[in-house]
Structures are given as structure tokens and as C-alpha cells.
């Protein structure tokens, strides 16, 4: 079965869906057939994508909910199984950066990165699950790890931390689902390299401490902006490799994969953490 077979005429939740990647999983499902659900912090992002969607003929409903909240992304599940119908796609795509050294960032930085992006895939599973397994139909969990997952990177320490945690989660999450023999449920990992996004410019630096230092891993991270992938592409290429029935769904098999290779290395030889020359902080360049 390809993607659309699979997928159209589904309802697929996606967090995080005003901007960047979740923007692009949210155009490729609904260019499927899927009934999209918006959940965003940002009511008009949403709110304009679900008329962008509406306008090309799909069913969409955005909802305002914040990932950091328990109750609100219970809501959600809630809304969508009660007024939508039940879900064939969840993606805990709703996620942050942060640049600075770590002992320079702000604790209430530190929290909200936490709170989002590790809480916030934990609260997806937490709401969605139970009625994913009450339904008993077919399901696809993804969660959104990054090739940060496999990586160590300094001046993003909060970020990539979250980014391990997330593909802990889903790994074990996988496991779980197998254990408790809900085999219609496909828990996945989505490994993005780098796709076009909002995400550096809204992430968090610091205030005091290295501020030179922290942004400029923020420009350092922009550059690599001007080559990243357009998150509909992407999309369909995560579409595709999940309905291959691959585990890790990575948006560019080849520059994600070496990185896994060599995460895999470093743990093998057990080589302690070496700074490259080019993440060598030059204060004469800033
Ligand atoms: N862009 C990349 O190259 C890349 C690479 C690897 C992993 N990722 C991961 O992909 C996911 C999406 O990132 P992106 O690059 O599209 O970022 P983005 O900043 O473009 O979009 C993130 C969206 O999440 C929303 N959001 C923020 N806080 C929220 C909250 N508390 N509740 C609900 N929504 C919230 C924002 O309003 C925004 O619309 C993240 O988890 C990120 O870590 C991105």
C-alpha cells in the first residue's frame, strides 16, 4: 500500500503545525486525503493554514493548544475523537531550540525546552494512546527526534539532550506497544536533517554569560538554512518511509544515516566527545 492507500480519508493530529515542518506534514496529509487537526501555540498560523487547506478542497480544524499543557492536549484528544473521528496519524511535532553554553542558560529557558519538547511528546502519548488502542484500527504514532538525536553538538546542549530523550522515548515506546500486543499501532521515529523552518530564529539564546558565543551558534545554525530541504518534500518522503514500515523515518536518508553510523561508532570505540576544528568557537569572526 502506498501512502495515499494508507492514509486518505484518515484524521491525522499534528502539533506544532503553524510553521516549518509540521506546516509541510500538515499540507502532504491533507494532499493525501487526510482530515487535518492543526494544534499550534500560534492561533494564526493555523487558523490561516486551515483556510489554505479549506481553500484546495481538504478538511482541516486548527485548535489552539499549548504541548506544555497536560489538559489542553487531553482537550484536544478529546475534541478530535468526539467531533472528528478517530486518529489514524498523531505527530508530537511541537519543539524549540536553544543556543548558549549551559551553564549560561537561562533556568525558565531551560524549562520551557523541557516542557516542550520532551513533555510535550509525552503528554501526545499520554492523551492519544488509550483511545489510538480503544479504537483498535490502524495507527501511526511519530514523534519528532532530529539527526540531534544521534548527535553531540556543544551550544545546544538543552536541545540535543531533548532530542535523545525524544528518540528514547519513542524506541521504548515501540517496545511498550509491542508488549502489550497492540500490533496496530506504528510508533516511529522521525529524524529530520536540516528542513526549511522558523526554528533558529525563534529559539531561545542567552542574557547574560557568553552571548557572542550563543548567537553566534544561532548564525552558525542559519547558514545551514540557505541549503535545508522544503518540509513538503520531506513530508512525502516520511510518508513514504512509513508506510515502508521503517522505524526511523529520516527526511535525508543519506546525510541523517552517517550521522548514525558514527554515533554508532563513537559508542562502539568508545572515543570520548572531540570538538570538530570547524565547531571551534572564533571570537575574531564575530
Ligand atoms: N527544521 C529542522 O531542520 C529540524 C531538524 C531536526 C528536527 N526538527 C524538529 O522538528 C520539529 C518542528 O520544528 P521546526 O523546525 O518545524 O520548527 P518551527 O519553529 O518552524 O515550528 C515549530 C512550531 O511549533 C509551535 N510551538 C512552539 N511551542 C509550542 C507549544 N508549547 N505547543 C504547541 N506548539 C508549539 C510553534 O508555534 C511553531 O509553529 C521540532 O521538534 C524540531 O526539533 C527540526
Known amino acids: 500500500m502506498n501512502a495515499r492507500e494508507t492514509f486518505a480519508g484518515g484524521v491525522a493530529v499534528i502539533t506544532g503545525a503553524g510553521a516549518g515542518i509540521g506546516a509541510g506534514l500538515a499540507r502532504h496529509a491533507a ?54 473521528g478517530p486518529v489514524r496519524l498523531l505527530v508530537n511535532n511541537a519543539g524549540i531550540e536553544q543556543f548558549g553554553y549551559l551553564w549560561d542558560t537561562p533556568v525558565e529557558n531551560w524549562q520551557r525546552l523541557v516542557d516542550i519538547n520532551v513533555s510535550g511528546v509525552f503528554h501526545g502519548v499520554r492523551a492519544f494512546l488509550p483511545k489510538i488502542i480503544a479504537a483498535g ?18 551550544l545546544q546542549a538543552p536541545y ?6 525524544v528518540l528514547a522515548l519513542t524506541e521504548c515506546l515501540a517496545l511498550e506497544v509491542q508488549h502489550a500486543g497492540h500490533d496496530h499501532i506504528h510508533v516511529q521515529a522521525v529524524l529530520p536533517g536540516a528542513v526549511a523552518s522558523n526554528i533558529f530564529e525563534s529559539a531561545g539564546g542567552v542574557t547574560d554569560g557568553d552571548v557572542g558565543a550563543a548567537e553566534a551558534q544561532r548564525v552558525a545554525m542559519l547558514d545551514i538554512k540557505a541549503t535545508a530541504m522544503d518540509p513538503v518534500a520531506a513530508a512525502e518522503v516520511v510518508f513514504d518511509q512509513a508506510v515502508d514500515g521503517r522505524f ?7 546525510y541523517v544515516g552517517s550521522a548514525m553510523a558514527e554515533r554508532a561508532d563513537v559508542l562502539r570505540s568508545q572515543r570520548a566527545p572531540l570538538l570538530r576544528t570547524t565547531q571551534r568557537f572564533d571570537p575574531a569572526k564575530h
Not at 487526510?34 to 486548527?62: C, H, K, P, S
Not at 484500527?137 to 556543544?154: E, F, R, T
Not at 540535543?160 to 530523550?165: G, P, V
Request: overall charge negative; some cysteine.
Open 160 to 165: 540535543i539532550m531533548s532530542k535523545h530523550a
Open 137 to 154: 484500527s490502524p495507527a501511526w504514532v511519530w514523534n519528532l527526534s532530529s539527526i540531534g538525536g544521534v548527535a553531540v553538538v556543544p
Open 31 to 84: 494532499g493525501l486525503g487526510m482530515t487535518v487537526v492543526l494544534a499550534d501555540i500560534d492561533a494564526g498560523a493555523i487558523a490561516a493554514l486551515r483556510a489554505e487547506l479549506e481553500q484546495q478542497g481538504a478538511r482541516a480544524v486548527d485548535i489552539v493548544c499549548d504541548v506544555r499543557d497536560f489538559a489542553a492536549v487531553e482537550d484536544l484528544a478529546e475534541r478530535t475523537y468526539r467531533e472528528i
Open 248 to 254: 526511523y523515518l529520516l527526511t535525508q536518508p543519506e
